[in-house]
């Protein structure tokens, strides 16, 4: 069955610290991996996009990893801010088909 | 700028009266996506278009109509909402051209609340 599982399910970091989450997926075929940052209330907003033969992306603070052996991916946030508070979703798409498989987030809570 | 637009941005309706939910995009993808988000939970599928192709996902419910009237927009009708129905209503597109990431764009979401 393809699934896709994060973790932490939530995460609680002080402003200025880095922090890392973790993605676990088992989807087959596999044709890229993205992580997405979705604020309450608003829909998804893309961070990085990475495809089987790419193992490391940056956008800005956010760093995502992919290692297509183990099928895991991390993203990792370099001194966090407040406003990256936020649910950070792991998505995995399916080659052949126009679906994504989603995990369930990390809530991410960054305090002053 | 290009985009995925949604409106309206929150809807309320009454138990058993019909709505509808609308999605416009400007970037000309040929595939686009109607998902339902309840709190803290990932987005789940209904519904995609590949051009005028619809595709029904298995368990979304008889409840759930959409149309596609042309590449720009596409429309989510909930014939008899429910109060399980409340819930965030995401509209994303994605391209399949050759060489492409295949990503996938979302609007800002609509949120239904039934009263």
């Known amino acids: ?112 | 700028d290009a985009m995925v637009i949604q409106n309206p941005r929150y809807q309320v309706t009454q138990f058993g009266k019909p709505v509808t939910l609308s999605c416009s995009q400007t970037l000309n993808h040929n595939v686009m996506y109607w998902y339902q988000q309840k709190s803290s939970q990932a987005p789940k599928l209904l519904f995609h278009y590949y051009d005028k192709d619809f595709n029904n996902e298995a368990d979304t419910p008889d409840n759930f109509q959409s149309r596609r009237p042309n590449t720009s927009f596409c429309f989510l009708d909930i014939r008899s909402p429910g109060l399980g129905d409340a819930a965030m209503y995401l509209c994303a597109t994605s391209s399949l051209q050759p060489g492409s990431y295949n990503e996938q764009f979302f609007g800002p979401g609509t949120r239904l609340t039934v009263l």
């Not at chain 1, 961070?47 to 760093?63: A, V």
């Not at chain 1, 979703?89 to 989603?102: E, M, N």
Request: aromatic share 8%; hydrophobic share 30%.
């Open chain 1, 1 to 112: 069955k393809n699934q896709v599982e994060q973790s932490p399910q939530s995460l609680i970091i002080l402003e200025g610290k880095n922090c890392t989450l973790q993605c676990n997926y088992t989807v087959s075929p596999f044709s890229n991996l993205r992580w997405y940052k979705q604020d309450t209330g608003r829909g998804p907003v893309s961070l990085t996009i990475m495809t089987f033969s790419e193992n490391t992306k940056s956008n800005g603070r956010y760093t995502a990893t992919l290692d297509a052996d183990t099928k895991q991916s991390s993203l990792h946030i370099t001194a966090s801010q407040l406003s990256d508070s936020a649910s950070y979703i792991c998505v995995v798409g399916t080659s052949g088909t126009y679906k994504y498989i989603f995990g369930t987030g990390t809530r991410l809570k960054v305090l002053a």
